[in-house]
């Protein structure tokens, strides 16, 4: 599926509303998935406006229609090895939820992957790593024809604790 059946598919299709459906995406060859329903848009890459004094893995902000937006480098905020962008790195806008309101965040990712209807108890609890490292933001994992997807919890993943490292707990 290409982005722009993708994109189609989750515009047009009513029916993805009122389920449990999650895009899933690419990133260092595993396979995420985040509620369908935050997501805004997806984007192809275009460069960022780089803010100064913000951590690495703050690509910068994008203005969306006079709405400014933070970009996240997925592949950093989890540790994983850069990668050069190619025409497959594309930004999906997510709506996140706080404590202090909504906001819009970007989130580069190496590609988006489909769509996957999974029903709450098809997804499993993260294993337990105790104090080695924080799974907070993964919401579940769920085997879907045959393969894992990691379902991450955005509003934790992406909310105030954007600027903290993720091995840092966020109350």
Known sequence: MNNNQLEQHIYTNESLVYSNQYLTFMLAGEEYGVDILRVQEIKGWNKATVIPNTP??????????????????LRSRFGLEDAEYGPTTVVIVLKVVGGDGNRTVG???????????VSADEIKQPPDFGRAMSVDFIKGLAAVSEKMVIILDIDHLLNSSVALPLDIPVN
């Open 56 to 73: 690495e893995y703050i690509k910068g902000v994008i203005n969306l229609r006079g709405t400014i937006v933070p970009i996240v480098d």
């Open 107 to 117: 989130i580069v990712v190496d590609a988006v992957s489909d769509v996957y209807n």
